[in-house]
């Protein structure tokens, strides 16, 4: 039998990648529970956290108010805190022994990397309803243009995936719930606030510049702030962001690729 070409095989890997995905919105559709639960998420920061410090003086921009600023950086939050944590499924997979039927299906772990990464954006999107329903309300000036709000969408996927994947990595190393929950619980905090969510890089001190500059949450708020906000700006340009997000997120995958076997010795 002749090799199958190069579109035969890349369209099995989508393929691969449509089915672990697939597998992963079905479990979402018979539990929403979490996922409408961190939707709420958002509603706190914006409407508790955001109304205060919208008070303190330096933290909003010359051209906006603090909570047009902080939104776009609610939003990457979210989607953080909830990517972060999607590799605890994996070790809960193990334990039940999915995970071991995966491993020997002819899919390569790459496409079960992927897969998992796209269903994780599905995650970011109800978060980004809940954020942009709030904005609303709160007379955040959006913009509502089909490129602005795709482009957002894109943002979304892209981050999530990144977050998700670097949380199997975690999962793969740790290989115990328990251990998990506490890495992940240590890491998420030091990378929301070494980024700029939450108030301009421009009055961080020094080495906290440094540390938000190599921070990859900082170009996807960048990124966002552009996109979802009627007279955003981007600090870095929005191909700058999209190419770090792109760049750290393929790197994740690879990783997580090479150390999936591990999760099952």
């Not at 709420?40 to 109304?51: D, M, R, Y």
């Not at 340009?237 to 995958?253: K, N, P, Q, R, Y």
Request: glycine residues 6%; hydrophobic residues 55%.
């Amino acid at each position: 039998m002749a090799n199958p070409t190069w579109f035969t095989r890349v369209s099995n890997f989508l393929t691969q990648i449509q089915a672990v995905s697939d597998t992963e919105f079905r479990k979402l559709r018979r539990d929403p529970s979490e996922v409408l639960t961190r939707a709420f998420q958002p509603a706190i920061w914006l409407l508790l956290f955001g109304e205060v410090m919208a008070n303190v003086r330096g933290l909003a921009t010359s051209s906006s108010s603090y909570l047009d600023f902080l939104a776009p950086g609610i939003l990457a939050q979210s989607v953080l805190f909830s990517a972060i944590f999607f590799g605890i499924s994996i070790i809960w997979e193990r334990d039940l022994g999915v995970l071991h039927r995966q491993m020997v299906s002819p899919a390569p772990r790459s496409a079960l990397v992927l897969g998992k990464a796209l269903a994780s954006g599905f995650r970011g999107l109800t978060q980004a309803t809940m954020v942009y329903l709030l904005a609303l309300i709160l007379g955040i000036h959006l913009a509502l243009e089909p490129f602005s709000i795709l482009g957002v969408v894109a943002f979304i996927w892209i981050g999530s995936a990144l977050f998700s994947t670097f949380s199997l990595i975690i999962a793969c190393l740790v290989k115990t719930r328990d251990r998990f929950m506490g890495i992940g619980q240590l890491l998420t905090m030091p990378i929301f606030f070494a980024s700029n969510a939450i108030y301009p890089i421009e009055i961080m001190p020094t080495w906290l510049r440094a540390l938000s500059s190599a921070n990859p949450l900082t170009y996807e708020v960048d990124g966002l702030r552009a996109l979802m906000l009627a007279d955003g700006i981007t600090k870095y340009g929005l191909a700058t962001d999209f190419a770090v997000l792109f760049a750290a997120t393929s790197i994740c995958v690879v990783i997580a690729a090479r150390l999936y076997p591990r999760l099952t010795e």
